[in-house]
């Protein structure tokens, strides 16, 4: 009897102790520990082929939760979600979008979770892209083929691969170029771009040099600004189109021309900028007589007019906060007027009014924030006698 619980007691004790020797490791060895057992989670392809949207799974191959963070090339394509978590003995589902849709490329995600980091490669290979590179191309060195070389062996992926400045080049902007007005009258026009970039694209516009003129053989610079902008910086989101009122105002007869400098960079890399170099362009009839430009007051009374210039609104998030502007029209006849779309948080629900002869209409419009910030748009109106612009200022606190 006394040896038997001799011998419990003994194992009782070496099990405390392993218990006991366990408990010390450091996280370092545990993580040593942990490595050695061989991996915790992994990919659920080794390749990821697409030619569009397509989505991939984290496995988690362990019995706790696993946090994980991806991180990629935001210039080329977008991953959804970011981080979160991977479930014991389950799976996270990723979703894949190309950005830059017009070229293939080759690229790579990087995934940290459990302590390990893993990279999986990306082969992007559009429909059109394909039909293309089989004629110049052996089949084993096309994108998506199973045979397919080392990515650093393709020439493919060298000569059509993507860079952010190239990425950034591909803006367009269109030219602005104003018809052939009286001196002394004014005319507007839209300084327009998209943005298809993939991010929310800042830009600042700032003119090179101050204005000339041209009669004839002379040529001489202005000491005004022929030409205005209604905003000289400002953020588009992506996917959206920008559209920046420049109103031109010639006080003589000739030929007006002036070049702009149009910055812009991605919000997530502001530390890459490029710059577009844009010429505006408008002239005047012969008949001159230099006088100063009517005043927006002066100018009211023979056509349509905005009583004010500016709407702002301030409020809490998920509030909406509501205002409204007055047009008038001081024209012996009724005068349609057309809205122009805005962006959320501002909202508007008329998209074109009929203001009567001498009278005004009264506009509403509402801002209601998801969350805190500044935020700021214009409202673009169409006239009989040429477009107006509202400025819209929101704050949420």
């Known amino acids: 009897s006394s040896g038997i619980n001799a011998e419990y007691g003994t194992d009782h004790r070496v099990k405390k102790q392993h218990d006991f020797n366990r408990n010390l490791q450091s996280p370092k060895d545990q993580e040593e520990r942990r490595k050695k057992t061989g991996p915790t989670w992994d990919f659920s392809v080794q390749e990821l082929q697409m030619k569009g949207f397509t989505t991939f799974h984290l496995v ?15 210039a080329l394509f977008s991953a959804s979600p970011v981080s979160g978590c991977i479930p014991p003995c389950g799976c996270s589902e990723i979703s894949i979008k190309p950005i830059a849709t017009h070229s293939p490329f080759i690229s790579t995600i990087l995934v940290s979770a459990g302590g390990q980091e893993k990279t999986l490669k990306v082969v992007y290979s559009p429909e059109s892209c394909n039909a293309l590179l089989s004629n110049v191309l052996p089949s084993n060195m096309l994108p ?3 045979k397919s070389l080392p ?3 393709m020439p493919v992926a060298k ?3 993507m860079t952010l400045k190239e990425l950034l080049d ?8 104003f018809k052939k ?7 507007s026009s839209f300084l327009e771009f998209s943005n298809t970039l993939g991010d929310d694209l800042q830009w600042h516009l700032s003119s090179v040099a101050p204005a000339y003129v041209k009669v004839g053989e002379d040529v001489r610079r202005l000491k005004y600004a022929a030409f205005q902008v209604e905003a ?3 953020s588009t989101p992506k996917g959206c189109n920008e559209k920046i009122l420049v109103t031109f105002y010639p006080k003589q007869s000739g030929f007006f021309s002036q070049w702009w400098t149009l910055t812009y960079c991605l919000k997530k890399m502001s530390s890459v900028k490029q710059k577009v170099r844009l010429e505006f362009e408008g002239s005047s009839s012969a008949r001159c007589v230099v006088t100063p430009v009517p005043s927006a007051n002066k100018r009211a009374h023979d056509r349509v007019f905005l009583k004010t210039s500016t709407l702002e609104f301030n409020g809490p998030p998920n509030v909406r906060q509501r205002n409204s502007f007055k047009i008038g029209n001081p024209l012996k006849s009724a005068s349609e007027v057309v809205f122009h779309a805005v962006r959320p948080p501002f909202y508007m629900k008329y998209k074109e009014v009929l203001v009567e002869a001498g009278h005004s209409a009264r506009i509403p419009i509402s801002f209601q924030p998801e969350a805190p910030g500044n935020f700021r748009d214009t409202v673009v109106i169409d006239t009989e006698h040429g477009a107006l612009a509202l400025i819209l200022k929101g704050s949420c606190t």
């Open 232 to 234: 000289v910086s400002g």
């Open 60 to 74: 988690n191959g362990s019995l706790e939760s696993l946090k994980y963070n991806i991180s990629y090339e935001v």
């Open 170 to 177: 591909s803006l367009e902007v269109n030219p602005v170029v």
């Open 181 to 187: 007005i009286p001196c002394e009258g004014s005319t």
């Open 144 to 146: 998506g083929n199973s």
């Open 159 to 161: 000569k059509s691969s």
């Open 151 to 153: 990515h650093k062996e």
